[in-house]
């Protein structure tokens, strides 16, 4: 292998692995907001949540 050959299979193994960086960060940012807008639904319903969890406990105590 001569040193333009290894030049460009070096670059290009970079550029695959530069790809690669992108592509998982990308992926990272996507988890990231998902998990975000999950935590804020769930911190947004939170008390809504937890009124229609007290009033189901109440009919269910009142049944027995």
Known sequence: MDRTEFKRELERHKNQIDASIKFLQKGFE???????????????NYFDLEERLSKLERQVNNLS
């Open 30 to 44: 996507e988890l990231n907001q998902r998990n975000y807008e999950f935590y804020d639904f769930i911190e947004s």
